[in-house]
């Protein structure tokens, strides 16, 4: 096996990076590699290659978990960047060890996956994709989960307008009820007039939403709404995300299906 001083020999240093990342995905790649999609400070969004992880010898095997915060040490060759190094910083126990949380870990690799393109560096988003990894290890999952998606949207610069009409610009009175849109809400006059999707959204569900939206990590924890929130929320995230995307998430409705069962 061709050692790292050798590798060097033979390559500039520029062509090595490294680099924090959180491990996304994994799908097998030849007999013994994985190609892993990986979320980094540096790179943004990418593929690499772990040659000889499922081996059982693999020194990467440990520190190149699913939805770990790991210092990766890459070599770019020809096709992947290939990974010669690993030092998990964070393997998140807590959600390893709990199979719903595991399961909103899921939904967010894919959600970021499907959202975010390659090669794009944004640190202000991956501190946020290591935030909401801390925030899903010890708060409500769907909570957590909600933090992540709204900052998301909001980053990629899909706000949502909760004061205002989306149709007419008028203000509208959030102590009532109001039907939520995509990237809004719209008034009543409005809403008689267009064929459009709407969610119902009482008052409580959106001073959630605002909250989710603004309020510091550490206080998250603190929140406290009623059953009915959640769903409203669900909804009106469902709608907006329906229009953004180009096919459902897998993930996302398998978490509805456990939502709605309990």
């Known amino acids: 096996m061709m050692t790292l001083s050798l590798m060097r020999s ?35 969004k990418i593929t690499v290659l772990a040659k000889g992880i499922k081996k059982n010898a693999s020194k990467l095997r440990g520190s190149l ?26 393997n998140f126990a807590v959600i390893r060890s709990d199979f719903t949380r595991m399961s909103y870990a899921s939904y967010y690799a894919e959600l970021l996956d499907q959202l975010l393109v390659s090669d794009e560096q944004d640190e202000t988003l991956f501190l946020l994709i290591v935030q909401t990894m801390n925030l899903l290890s010890y708060i409500d999952p769907w909570l957590a ?11 990629l610069g899909y706000t949502m307008e909760l004061s205002r009409c989306q149709i007419c610009a008028q203000p509208i009175d959030i102590r009532q009820p109001v039907h939520g849109i995509n990237g809004g809400i719209v008034c009543p006059h409005c809403l008689t007039k267009e064929a459009m999707s709407t969610v119902l959204l009482n008052t409580e569900s959106i001073t959630l939403l605002k909250a989710l939206s603004a309020l510091p990590f550490l206080l998250m924890d603190y929140l406290a709404f009623s059953s009915e929130a959640p769903k409203q929320l669900d909804d009106y995230l469902d709608l907006q995300l329906a229009y953004i995307l ?4 897998k993930t996302r409705r398998f978490l509805r299906n456990i939502i709605e069962s309990v």
Do not use: C, W
């Open 10 to 44: 033979r390559t500039n240093l520029n062509d090595y990076l490294t680099t924090p990342a959180v491990i996304l995905r994994a799908m097998d790649y030849k007999e013994a590699d994985q190609l892993l999609t990986v979320y980094t400070r540096t790179k943004g």
């Open 65 to 90: 978990q699913l939805f770990s915060l790991t210092e990766l040490t890459l070599v770019f060759g020809k096709t992947f960047p290939i990974v010669i190094n690993a030092q998990y910083e964070n």
């Open 145 to 155: 989960t909600k933090v992540l998606e709204i900052r998301l949207l909001a980053h």
């Open 246 to 249: 180009d096919k459902p998430l």
